[in-house]
């Protein structure tokens, strides 16, 4: 009897094992076969042409693969999303965690995780039938989708996990801290923001991470608000990021041609960029951790 | 016990998902392609279907140019192409026979007070010669260009008749005809191309050298911003019987509602 116990706890065991593996074998498998699909295209292209050339025409008919305007285009509406989305983000969380009463905490948190549960297409619909047209008549310009709409989108779509990851970490400051403070004679706010937030401040920093994470690997709702001409970033100017790059010509590409070799280097590119974006996240984690 | 039976269960159950797909049949009719005749040949490949049961139909859409190319190579039965063959292809031992006209209209928000326009003078638009809809007759607004992303055949068959390969300063790359007519509809300057088709009411078609956008005209010619849909074989290999009953089937008047209903304008009587 106690022979088939061990036995049987053996089969869990090993069941879980190979459950386990399996999501590491997803990784090396996207790994893998990015890699392979994506070498071939920058040596024929090159590396320095493929990443600072400034023009992308791929189906003309002499193509050039230049993606530096995507490329920055990412980094500029990926920052754009950061400097609008993370002050909001961060005040609510102040707000929430230590001054808010109960009832609008509860009313507020509910919204918040409404927003991080609506799908990005629906980010786009609305951005396009509202934000872009919104946004001509209000600057007056001839066309509204631009890098601003994305940003503005994106700055929406990150200030769920900035709100939560922040609240979290502030949450978990020990109240003897504040304690501490306001025994000194600080007021609440002035106890909030020299105690409170530094104290969770590598928490934060780690909220901001995974809004960078958010903003740099969506395509969809900016698909449909940035115009997709790929210029080089201006703030009303159409651009096209990393990802949309590769989601808007993937379906036309003829198989095998340098075209499609190119759009997984791209990708590839945007991979290299998120698994960066991933390891400071969790250098910023860990250092979190042993804090507390 | 009783719960390894269950866990044999579902490993088992499983593994039958994943060799459960699969199977083996000789009678297929394989198509590839243009992307701008994804419509018209589902359509026709499923009614086909259902009138022969046992026959597989299949769509690959890559292309004009790499549905040539596959059929040349041999890698499917029936080409499908969104322009007429070159000298080259022709010489290589390839036949076109025309399945249906395919009209691009040319739409703008139904605001804007300019209703018909010349091919030169949509080139010109495009590649950002005229900027201003006061230049044309309309309202003192920048116009805002939208087109399709690079490669698709709505994108390919309006360059290619307005002359302005490579050269369109496109404001907005849009991946699909539905959001190319949304934006026109949401912005006074914009003008933009898709298949006349999709064109509903939220825009407006413009004529093209005063010749309205319709079945008729497309049919007869008299509008030219118009492209073939062209079914490509090769001569040397003979149709496999299912792909034979296919090609008589679309190129026969009894394929002509569905044709139509597709959008397109047949021409086979």
């Known amino acids: 009897m106690k022979n088939k116990k061990r036995l049987m706890e053996k089969v869990i065991h090993g069941i879980f094992l190979i459950l386990g593996l399996i999501t590491v074998g997803c990784v090396l498998l996207i790994t893998v076969y990015l890699v392979i699909s994506g070498i071939p295209a920058i040596r024929k292209i090159g590396v320095f042409q493929f990443l600072f050339g400034g023009k992308w025409a791929s189906t003309a008919a002499k193509p050039q693969y230049g993606i530096l305007p995507f490329i920055l285009t990412s980094i500029y509406g990926t920052a754009g999303a950061i400097v609008v989305g993370v002050p909001i983000g961060f005040m609510t969380a102040v707000y929430l965690a230590k001054i808010a009463p109960l009832k609008v905490k509860t009313v507020i948190e509910t919204a918040v995780s409404l927003l991080a549960g609506i799908p990005s297409v629906v980010y786009g619909l609305v951005g396009m039938m509202v934000l872009v047209p919104g946004i001509r008549i209000a600057f007056h310009i001839p066309d509204g989708a631009s890098l601003f709409a994305a940003i503005i989108v994106l700055a929406i779509m990150i200030l769920p996990s900035i709100i939560k990851v922040s609240l979290t970490a502030l949450e978990a400051v020990p109240k003897e801290y504040e304690d501490a403070s306001f025994a000194l004679g600080a007021t609440p706010i002035e106890t909030y923001f020299k105690v409170s937030v530094p104290a969770a401040k590598s928490g934060i920093a780690a909220a901001v991470v995974l809004g960078v994470g958010r903003a740099v690997g969506e395509a969809m709702a900016i698909m449909m608000v940035a115009g997709n001409a790929p210029n080089m970033p201006k703030l009303f100017q159409s651009v096209r990021f990393l990802t949309t790059a590769v989601a808007s010509e993937m379906s036309y590409a003829a198989d095998g041609s340098l075209q499609k070799q190119a759009l997984f280097s791209i990708a590839l590119v945007l991979f290299l960029f998120i698994m960066l974006i991933n390891a400071v996240l969790n250098f910023f984690l860990k250092s979190h951790n042993k804090e507390l | ?269």
């Open chain 2, 1 to 269: 016990m009783k719960k390894i039976i269950t866990f044999a269960a579902i490993l088992s159950l499983m593994l039958a998902t994943v060799v459960g797909c699969g199977k083996t049949d000789s009678k297929t009719v394989s198509t590839d392609g243009s992307t701008s005749m994804e419509k018209v040949i589902g359509a026709l490949g499923e009614a086909f279907e259902e009138n022969n049961s046992g026959v597989t139909f299949t769509y690959n859409p890559t292309g004009s140019g790499s549905g040539i190319t596959a059929v040349s190579e041999g890698r499917c039965d029936i080409g499908l192409s969104s322009r007429n063959l070159k000298k080259e292809e022709k010489a290589q031992g390839l036949t076109e026979t025309v399945l249906a006209l395919d009209g691009i209209a040319i739409i703008v928000n139904p605001e804007n007070p300019v209703n018909d326009l010349d091919i030169e003078t949509i080139g010109k638009i495009y590649m950002g010669e005229i900027t201003n809809w006061k230049d044309i007759g309309g309202n003192d607004q920048e116009i805002v260009l939208i087109g399709r992303e690079a490669g698709s055949g709505t994108r390919d068959g309006f360059e290619s008749i307005t002359g302005t390969e490579d050269a369109c300063k496109y404001r907005q790359e849009l991946t699909s005809t539905g959001d190319v007519i949304t934006t026109v509809a949401g912005n006074p300057a914009a003008i933009g191309y898709a298949s006349l088709a999709s064109v509903n009411e939220t825009v407006k078609a413009l004529s093209v050298g005063g010749i309205a956008a319709t079945e008729e005209t497309v049919k007869d010619g008299s509008y030219v911003v118009q492209r073939l849909f062209v079914l490509v074989t090769k001569d040397s290999t003979k149709l496999s019987g299912a792909a034979q009953d296919f090609f008589d089937y679309i190129t026969s008047p009894e394929a002509n509602e569905i044709i139509s209903s597709a959008g397109e304008v047949p021409i086979n009587k």
